[in-house]
Each structure stands twice: as structure tokens, then as C-alpha cells.
């Protein structure tokens, strides 16, 4: 769990330094520049918005499947339970 929390801190760092590269390299004029760096902002704000969507489906299927399995057990429990004992 560790190891996903430091990759997905480092996605936005990463776009960071790709944008700061970027302008120090750009050979465009400043409004072409800005233009560019606010499609890239906007690709990148895109990107988030569908990784956070993406993780919190994968969060709610994950609850509704642990849901179902204590469920399960919860029912198993009772009717071992409630059966009357049987003689040998």
C-alpha cells in the first residue's frame, strides 16, 4: 500500500518537472507557450480527475465485495448456530 501511495505522489511531481523543462526549452512565442501550457494543465487535470474516479469505483466494488463475504460468513455462523445438535 506504501509503495502506491509514493507512485501516485510522484505523477504530479513528474508533470512538474516535464512543464518546467518544457518552458525553459520552448522555442515558441509567449502566448503559444501559454497556450500550450494550459492544454498540458488541462490534459493533466483530465488525467486526475479520471485516476480518482477510476480509484474510488475500485473502492466501492472492493466494500461491496468484503460486504458480501461477511455477510456470508455472518449467515453461515448463524444457521451453524441455530441447527439443533445433531446426535451421534
Keep these: 500500500m506504501r509503495r502506491q501511495q509514493d507512485h501516485c505522489r510522484g505523477i504530479p511531481g513528474g ?5 518546467a523543462i518544457a518552458l525553459l526549452y520552448a522555442p515558441k512565442a509567449g502566448r503559444e507557450t501559454r497556450r500550450d501550457i ?4 488541462k490534459k493533466i487535470k483530465r488525467d486526475a ?4 474516479e477510476d480509484t474510488i ?9 468484503v460486504k458480501d463475504k ?9 444457521s451453524f448456530l441455530i441447527l439443533p445438535k445433531r446426535k451421534w
Aim: proline share 0%; aromatic share 10%; hydrophobic share 50%.
Design 15 to 19: 508533470w512538474a518537472d516535464r512543464a
Design 38 to 41: 494550459s492544454k498540458a494543465a
Design 49 to 52: 480527475v479520471e485516476l480518482v
Design 57 to 65: 469505483q475500485s473502492i466501492d466494488e472492493f466494500a461491496g465485495d
Design 70 to 78: 461477511a455477510t456470508d460468513i455472518i449467515e453461515r455462523v448463524w
